[in-house]
């Protein structure tokens, strides 16, 4: 069972680069969340879709978007990177106020 | 005040006693409350979810919420090395259905 997949693993970027990270999810889930995690600060909501064709911003949506691309896929992605975006990023997944299924992050650093 | 707060530790306990975390919430966050374990490099697992007031007990972890003081607390039981990880209280939003807010997490390390 693959559950949450998140492309790449690792990335290094150069300020003023763009990228996008990849999330798929095989459970079947209406929900699907992207969060940050930084040394000492929890998982920290960027975006969330609550069912296929919405989206919303959390608690630090700047200098990102997303994609809800279709039931399984969720993308974010950087338009132009910044320093203060090197991070371990998390994309989850669940079903309705159910329990979120994590993968296995994506650690970007940004020079 | 944060809506999910969390001692970040790091919480020191011996091999086979009891380890205490708490979490306290404010009013925008739900009653649905769950207890994530992370080692070091990897994602968040989880380890239990608890809905209403009271005590829930899964093998050597019991969830306690408590809806008037507002705090949702873990105990493990016989603590392991393995046990040694950041555990992070997660509970639902009232503002948007389906959103989460995480605390900081707890730094367990269990001594042998």
């Known amino acids: 069972n693959a559950g949450v997949t998140q492309t790449p693993k690792f990335q290094v970027l150069k300020t003023g680069q763009s990228m996008t990270l990849q999330c798929a999810q095989d459970?079947?889930?209406?929900?699907m969340y992207w969060y940050r995690q930084d040394p000492g600060m929890g998982l920290r909501l960027i975006y969330y879709?609550?069912?296929?064709?919405?989206?919303d911003k959390g608690e630090v949506p700047n200098g990102y978007n997303v994609s809800r691309l279709n039931k399984r896929e969720f993308s974010l992605r950087l338009e132009s990177a910044a320093p203060s975006q090197t991070s371990v990023y998390f994309c989850?997944?669940?079903?309705?106020?159910?329990?979120?299924?994590f993968g296995d992050g994506t650690r970007l650093s940004i020079l | 005040q944060k809506e999910v707060e969390q001692n970040s530790g790091p919480l020191s306990v011996p091999e086979g006693a009891i380890a205490s975390l708490n979490c306290t919430y404010s009013?925008?966050?739900?009653?649905?409350f769950f207890w994530y374990r992370q080692y070091s490099g990897k994602s968040p697992e989880l380890i239990m979810s608890?809905?209403?007031?009271g005590d829930k007990e899964d093998g050597r972890f019991t969830a306690q919420l408590n809806k008037a003081s507002q705090y949702v607390s873990l105990l493990i039981r016989d603590s392991q090395p393995s046990d040694s990880a950041t555990y992070l209280c997660?509970?639902?939003?009232?503002?948007?259905?389906?959103?989460?807010?995480f605390g900081a997490g707890t730094q367990v390390v269990v001594t042998p």
């Open positions: 608890i809905y209403s007031n």
């Open positions: 997660a509970g639902l939003t009232t503002d948007s259905w389906g959103k989460f807010q």
């Open positions: 989850a997944s669940s079903e309705r106020d159910r329990d979120q299924h």
């Open positions: 459970m079947n889930h209406n929900s």
């Open positions: 879709s609550a069912s296929e064709g919405t989206t």
């Open positions: 009013d925008r966050v739900s009653q649905s």
